[in-house]
Nanobody, 120 residues
Framework: QVQLVGSGGGLVQAGGSLRLSCAAS????????MGWHRQAPGKQRELVAT???????NYADSVKGRFTISRDNAKNTVYLEMDSLKPEDTDVYYC??????????????WGQGTQVTVSS
């Protein structure tokens, strides 16, 4: 059994910063690509950023230069540092990870979502 637990959301004023964390736990052999997506009510979930186990990152154009994704492989944890936040960044943020478990089966897992609200 593998679980992803995200934390760190909240309410912040425009221009402020927040840091999200997401830890994977359970029967983990290895964590491959980890990342963050976000979703507003009635809209499709969209990619925010991903990072490979080797540290290669990828960002949506809308967050480049403002958000930074990182990970701690020893802790199977991924972080999202969000700076210069805008009201349009308001969404529920979901972490996800491609994890190979101890039976060597690789699946994509999702965290429970954490609300980020940016006031103008």
């Amino acid at each position: 059994q593998v679980q992803l637990v995200g934390s760190g959301g909240g309410l912040v004023q425009a221009g402020g910063s927040l840091r999200l964390s997401c830890a994977a736990s359970g029967s983990i052999f290895s964590a491959n690509t980890m990342g963050w997506h976000r979703q507003a009510p009635g809209k499709q979930r969209e990619l925010v950023a991903t990072v490979t186990s080797g540290g290669t990152s990828n960002y949506a154009d809308s967050v480049k230069g403002r958000f930074t994704i990182s990970r701690d492989n020893a802790k199977n944890t991924v972080y999202l540092e969000m700076d210069s936040l805008k009201p349009e960044d308001t969404d529920v943020y979901y972490c996800n990870a491609q994890i190979r478990d101890m039976t060597f089966v690789t699946r994509n897992y999702w965290g429970q979502g954490t609300q980020v609200t940016v006031s103008s």
